[in-house]
């Protein structure tokens, strides 16, 4: 089943950033969509083992401009609570939550709504065995949090987020955290990040939470799903001088098809009306 649901964002630089998009149906359609599934509407568990995340879209979601109508804007927070990416020689299980917050309204000129700002909050997740674990050498328990020895990797949000069941699209680079490397070693250059296209799997699907309508951001809708990308590519990493080293130690660049991304999802959806957040929503300036 395709549901008629798409936000697209082009691909910056910053975290946060505010941006003319392309025109989009809005983010509730894909809700209605979900809530007319019958199999669909009973409260369920996750379908993975992954404890449900806390939302609170009040305090995560961004502020609305002045003059805005509240119930015309919305908000998508997504948290990968667990699975794994497989990059090249790099296998790292998702230790830590990825949390990527949307904020969609309409465009100037009317239509369906767009993107106006996406934020990724990053979150540091350890290679095991350090820098032994990426060449390959076997090691003792503990020494990967050696300085020096210990290595990091940290994803962070470079553009190009769209949103259309049963895919979600993210451009990324991963940031590689070691004392030697210091803070501009990268995996997916500015200009050539790391390009997901993350298809869910539609019989993991579940409404964990179906929301508050009197309190869409406080209460909101809350789906879990498992998504899965096997075709992006992982260009040569952006790490200077130590580039080479990077590259050969982890296996780049690696081609479209030796890489993979399980990702066990929750998105909460909602509304900036509703009579709980409009007293919020129409008294910023």
Not at 52 to 81: H, I, K
Not at 150 to 175: C, K, N, Q, W
Not at 191 to 204: G, Q, V, W, Y
Not at 252 to 261: H, R, V
Request: hydrophobic share 40%; proline share 11%; aromatic share 6%.
């Amino acid at each position: 089943m395709t549901h008629a649901v798409r936000a697209v964002a082009r691909r910056p630089g910053p975290a946060a950033h505010p941006s003319p998009q392309k025109r989009l149906n809005p983010m509730r359609s894909a809700l209605a969509a979900l809530l007319a599934v019958p199999s669909l509407l009973a409260v369920a568990a996750p379908a993975t083992a992954d404890t449900t995340p806390t939302f609170d879209l009040r305090a995560d979601c961004p502020a609305l401009p002045a003059g805005a109508e509240p119930a015309a804007w919305e908000c998508l927070e997504m948290v990968v609570a667990g699975g794994s990416m497989t990059l090249g020689g790099i296998t790292q299980q998702i230790s830590a939550p990825l949390r990527l917050v949307v904020q969609a309204g309409p465009p100037a000129g009317g239509g369906p709504n767009e993107v106006k700002q996406v934020r990724m909050d990053p979150a540091p997740m350890k290679v095991p065995g350090g820098v032994f674990g990426l060449l390959g050498i076997p090691t003792f328990p503990g020494l990967d949090d050696v300085p020096g020895v210990r290595v990091a990797i940290e994803p962070h949000y470079a553009g190009g987020f769209s949103f259309a069941l049963p895919t979600a699209t993210m451009d990324l680079r991963v940031r590689i955290d070691n004392l030697f490397l210091g803070d501009s070693c990268y995996l997916g250059g500015e200009k050539d990040p790391l390009r997901f296209s993350m298809i869910a799997d539609m019989s993991t699907l579940r409404i964990v939470s179906p929301g508050d309508p009197a309190d869409p951001l406080g209460s909101p809708t809350v789906l879990s799903a498992t998504a899965s990308d096997e075709t992006f590519s992982v260009p040569a990493s952006d790490c200077g001088l130590l580039g080479p080293v990077i590259d050969w130690a982890a296996g780049l660049p690696s081609p479209s098809g030796k890489n993979t991304a399980t990702f066990n999802t929750f998105i909460a959806l909602g509304s900036y009306g509703g009579a709980a957040v409009n007293a919020r929503t129409t008294t910023i300036h």
